[in-house]
C-alpha cells in the first residue's frame, strides 16, 4: 500500500509546516488502542457478582431436572405398579381357589380305591403351580398380609364376623377367611377376618 504521508499534497504541506505533526497522530493512534493497565475494583466486583449468579442458576437449574428425572421415574413407577393391579387382582381369586384345592382331603383331589399315587401325583402338581403363582407375585411386589393373631387393623383387614371369645384377646384376629394382599405400600385386598370379642 502507497505510503499517504508522501503522496497526499494536503499531508506533504502539513508535514512541511510540521515536520514533527505524523509523528503526534501515531503516537495518539497507539495509545488510544492501548489496552487498560488495570481493570477497576467496581468492574472486578461486578464480574464476580456476575459468576456468582451465573453459578447460582446453574446450580438450581441442575438440582431442578434432577428433581424432574426423580419425578418422572416416580410417576412412571405408580402407573406401571396401578396398571399391574388390575391383573394381580383377577389372579388372587386363582390363587384362593388353589390354597382351597390344597387344604381338601386327598379324596376329593381325586383319590380312589387302589390309586393313591396318582391323588398324590395331582396334589404336587397343584401345589407347584401354587407356589409358582406365589413367586410370580412376589417378583411384582405383592407381600401377604399377617392377619392371624394379629390385632385388628381396619387398613388392612376386612371384619366379617365377631365372635365371642375367652382364649383369644378383645380384637385379635382369630380366623382369616380370605388371604389379604399388599401391592408395595398399598393396598391391594383387605384380609376377610374373624375378629374375637369378649362375652
Request: avoid cysteine; aromatic fraction near 4%.
Amino acid at each position: 500500500m502507497p505510503n499517504r504521508r508522501y503522496e497526499d499534497p494536503e499531508f506533504a504541506e502539513a508535514a512541511a509546516a510540521d515536520p514533527n505533526a505524523g509523528d503526534e497522530t501515531a503516537a495518539e493512534q497507539s495509545e488510544a488502542a492501548a489496552p487498560p493497565e488495570a481493570a477497576t475494583d467496581e468492574a472486578l466486583a461486578a464480574l464476580e457478582k456476575e459468576r456468582d449468579t451465573l453459578k447460582e442458576q446453574l446450580l438450581r437449574t441442575v438440582a431442578d431436572f434432577d428433581n424432574y428425572r426423580k419425578r418422572i421415574e416416580r410417576e412412571r413407577r405408580e402407573l406401571s405398579d396401578y396398571a399391574a393391579t388390575d391383573v394381580l387382582l383377577e389372579l388372587l381369586p386363582i390363587i384362593d381357589n388353589f390354597e382351597r384345592a390344597l387344604q381338601a382331603p386327598a379324596s376329593a383331589l381325586g383319590a380312589t380305591a387302589g390309586r393313591p399315587a396318582e391323588s398324590e401325583a395331582f396334589k404336587k402338581g397343584v401345589e407347584l403351580i401354587h407356589k409358582q403363582m406365589l413367586d410370580l407375585l412376589r417378583k411384582r411386589g405383592v407381600t401377604l398380609i399377617d392377619a392371624l393373631g394379629a390385632d385388628f387393623d381396619p387398613n388392612v383387614h376386612q371384619a366379617v364376623i365377631h365372635e365371642p371369645s375367652d382364649e383369644h384377646r378383645e380384637g385379635e384376629v382369630m380366623q382369616e377367611l380370605q388371604r389379604g394382599y399388599k401391592l408395595g405400600d398399598r393396598l391391594l385386598r383387605p384380609a376377610m377376618v374373624k375378629v374375637a370379642k369378649r362375652q
